[in-house]
């Protein structure tokens, strides 16, 4: 039995609640108060989670809990300066004096930034990029991901197999084509050609390590290790992450007595989703090495030409591989994760003040006035159901991703003669 637990730490402090605006009379040369403003900075953090009655004795037999949980934490905190800025009209005869107000603090900055409030407070709000369908999708890239990866072992030999066959199809004996090469490289005389041979044989030597070299030096180690792993019932852990990161900049105005101010408004939201299983089952020797029932049951899509190309931008492998059934695999739990990482920096880029105004001191500075805004949000649930997506990340900044196209894409283009 569980019951559900709400925890609340505010943290939220008063910043400002000093005199903001005020003013000299003709009686009374000293400063006298004309209103303020209370601004907040601070963080207010909410945990939502289930206890588990009996927990440790329970998870001494062996008993495996992924409850729901969430947490939110909203953090805000700013520095700088404020404004001044005086009437031009006397505000009386004898003596001359006039009218000023003094922002002598950033609260008038904070007063006009969007908000969040928390019973009888508030902070600055923050600015959310990341929207929910670019979420839902990764949630679903990641869970079919790591559905797909349960009943497999560490290494899959027969995909390795598959994908190694189909990329050295591309080239035809590679010691025949090596011979060719050097009495090729001797006939060339045209400096076109010999750039053409060059990239061709390079693209060919690339693939070859990457996708004939590499794996079977990668493979022996996981034989290795999996040889050295217990045959027999055990439990095993099964993941997958995925991000996605976006940003935004733009600008707010805002109006507070006098002066209306210009502020620079730039936001960065990064979301990461993790997926997990624990399953129980009976693995084999074989299985440890590498070679699976699933890893079997998936290679027809393997054995498909540049499936894996494919594979790099939807997850269709994923998908199939998801739905293809693990029969002995016992499931103990599993479980989506999902937080969110949001900061929100608002900057004073200038402050004008309305007409029958002049400035004495004006906010035009970036460390003038400056509120930067934290917000980070957990939440851990059940998985969602695997589909077909688009992935978030082709992996194009990866080197080794750029080095892969460009040589498939220089072997197929010599195959077409082109």
């Known amino acids: 039995m569980t019951t559900l637990r709400t925890r ?15 003013y000299r009379n003709c009686s009374d040369p000293n400063w006298s108060s004309d209103g303020s403003v209370t601004t907040y900075d601070g963080r207010y953090l909410v945990t939502n989670d289930y206890v588990v009655k009996q927990f440790n004795k329970r998870r001494a037999k062996g008993e495996v809990f992924f409850n729901p949980y969430n947490s939110d934490s909203h953090f805000a905190y700013a520095s700088g300066t404020g404004y001044i800025a005086r009437s031009v009209a006397q505000s009386c005869t004898s003596p001359s004096l006039y009218t000023e107000y003094e922002r002598n603090s950033v609260a008038s900055f904070l007063a006009i930034l969007p908000r969040r409030t928390y019973g009888a407070k508030y902070l600055p709000d923050f600015y959310t990029v990341v929207d929910s369908a670019s979420v839902k999708k990764l949630r679903t890239e990641v869970a079919s991901s790591m559905l797909n990866s349960r009943g497999r072992s560490d290494s899959n030999l027969f995909e390795t197999l598959a ?10 004996k590679p010691i025949t084509k090596l011979n ?19 990239a061709d044989k390079t693209a060919a030597g690339w693939l070859t390590y990457r996708y004939g070299i590499r794996p079977i030096i990668s493979d022996i180690q996981a034989i290795v290790e999996g040889a050295r792993k217990k045959v027999g019932v055990r439990r095993q852990t099964y993941r997958a992450k995925g991000k996605i990161s976006s ?37 084999s020797f074989l299985e440890n090495i590498g070679f699976t029932s699933k890893g079997l049951l998936t290679l027809p899509w393997e054995l498909v030409t540049l499936s894996f190309v494919a594979d790099w931008f939807v997850n269709l492998g994923d998908f199939i591989g998801s739905l293809v059934p693990t029969p002995g695999l016992k499931n103990l739990g599993s479980c989506i994760t999902e937080r969110h990482d949001i ?8 402050t004008a003040v309305r007409s029958g105004y002049e400035s004495i001191r004006v906010i035009q500075k970036a460390f003038d006035a400056e509120c930067t805004v934290l917000r980070t949000y957990k939440v851990r649930d059940f998985l969602p159901v695997p589909g077909v997506v688009i992935k978030s990340d082709f992996k194009f900044d990866k080197v080794t ?11 197929r283009l010599n195959r077409l003669k082109l």
Not at 8 to 22: F, G, K, V, Y
Not at 263 to 269: C, E, F, M, P, Q
């Open 8 to 22: 609340i730490r505010n943290q939220i402090t008063t910043m400002s609640s000093s005199t903001n605006a005020r």
């Open 163 to 172: 994908e190694m066959d189909q990329t050295l199809g591309l080239m035809k």
């Open 180 to 198: 060719s090469l050097l009495y090729k490289a001797s006939r060339v005389r045209n400096p076109v050609g010999a750039a053409r041979l060059a």
């Open 247 to 283: 940003s935004m900049s733009d600008t707010i105005t805002g109006t507070f007595d006098v002066a209306t101010c210009t502020i620079k408004r730039a936001s960065t939201h990064t979301v990461e989703v993790r997926a997990t299983s624990l399953d129980e089952a009976y693995f």
């Open 343 to 350: 900061q929100t920096v608002y900057t004073s880029q200038s």
């Open 401 to 411: 991703r750029m080095a892969d196209a460009v040589s498939l894409i220089v072997t």
